[in-house]
């Protein structure tokens, strides 16, 4: 912006110049001779005299004689003068008023500074959010000073490559609970304040499993922004050919859900920002092998202002696409022969079994709850795991009464470098109730090794191979009473076989996604809090 006024302001005095220029030179009135120095006629005088009878100047001598009366231009010369002075006098103002810390910002109209901020400048974006505070605490900001600067913070939030200030954030809030500015610009806000990507696992065979996984790239919202929302899988394709989400054992048919938490609470630590969502479906065996993009649309919802309130529901009537939009993009993999080993099993040794097991066991924890639909679960705790020299991947098993249920899958990283979260694809199948009659404080579990949940993650490529055992972990009875656990609600199984797809045509999504050229998933930050937790429901 500052390129452009200067360059403006050059413009103009170059103009201003080059009028002074021709306004001086005048425009020639006659055809006559006249003297060179002072331009007094000499029509009486030449050809025989030598010199000028007004100033005595030599006529003999070059441009001596000129010939033409001009006459100078007044008009010409006045607006030459106004378009070099002007421009000159302001730079030099604004020059000076610069090198002795004059803000300028401060004197700027919001329509300036919001079109300055839209350009994407980090100061002129600052000077924004800077002033919007200010001039709003003094009162003087009118409705269509909100406006303007409403529109130009959501260009700037939608700019990807302008950095984003949080203070532009809270302005918008703030002016919605006023009633100044209304729920479309929140939705409208609120839309575009989580940056969602998806990774997958770089190395995958045909007819094999791959993942994708969403992860958090950035928020752009305010200081106390709250966000809940949904993100459904609509299409993923290998090159150019579809490919089917189903997931076995869960049956949630080509439909996958997710979705994201923002809540920002500066006085209760700065609160946390959460995105849940691993989308499974299958290498289709007919696709080149080597280096291909996997491709994908999902639609991201966000709940209304006031979802909250109502449950997290919507208004009978009330359009679901006002509060959508569309993630399209494409991460690489490698595509290998299908049958590779894609998993490498760890050799057990007794001494890694004692120390993976005194580990894991040393802060081991256990809770019973009744979800009601789902039944009683329990969930396990295994947080103490950054001392594991490998990531250990598997079914944790218990038995009670001479009866074995398996519990839960453990996915545990341990040192290796990863994204360190806790992503698997849930097996309805694996998973088994609690026994009848479960009423134990403490359980003993066996972790089984599983490559197929390694391949159920993103990034993890090894595991342990060896079996081991947490002993006595100590399980707490929550909203459920010892003895009287409740099995899974028939309903909620006819549920999980439920199968929708209210999508476009595949077809129809492959050719969106070739025509779009999606940037390679950026690298993802590691999570905050402890990265080792891991829990597991049964």
Known sequence: MVFQI??????????????????????????????GDCGFDLSSVLPDGVTCPECGGGLKRAKGVKHGLRKKRPVVLTLGIVLAGFPLALAASVALGSAVGVDWS???PVWLLSWEAEQGGATAIDALARELVRRDTAGTLTGADVERAAHAILDVQKNENAIWDDRLGDFIEQQVVRGTLGGDVKTAFDLNAVRISFEARERVALGGPVQLEAKIDSVRAGTGTQISGMLSMQHVAVGSTPVNLDRPGFGMGVNQFGGFNVWRNPGFGGGNDHVYGTYTTTVPTGVVLGTQRLGYVVRMSVYPQDAMNRGMTFQPGQEMDEFTREIVGSVPITILESGSELIEIVAPTPEQTAEIEE???????????????????????????????????GWAKSEWRGKEWTIAPVVMRGK?????????TWDGERVQPIPDG????????VIEPDTSLAMG?????????????VKGVELEWANAEPGRVSKPNPVWKFLEGLATFDGEDAAEMTKRLEAIEAPDA?????PAGDPDATDGNG
């Open 6 to 35: 200067m360059l403006g302001v050059l413009a103009a005095a170059l103009v201003g110049l080059l009028l002074i220029v021709i306004g001086w030179r005048g425009r020639r009135v006659s055809d006559t001779p006249v003297c």
């Open 457 to 469: 993650t993103t990034d993890i490529t090894r595991i342990y191979g060896g079996t081991i055992e």
């Open 416 to 424: 290796d470098p990863g994204r360190r979260g806790y992503s698997i």
């Open 438 to 445: 479960f009423d134990a404080t403490t359980i003993d579990i």
């Open 522 to 526: 950026a690298e993802e930050s590691e």
């Open 106 to 108: 401060a004197h700027k």
């Open 359 to 393: 580990a894991l066991g040393r802060h081991a924890r256990g809770w019973v709850y009744d979800t009601g639909m789902m039944g009683s679960q329990v969930n396990l705790n295994l947080q103490d795991s950054s001392a594991l020299p490998c990531p250990v991947v």
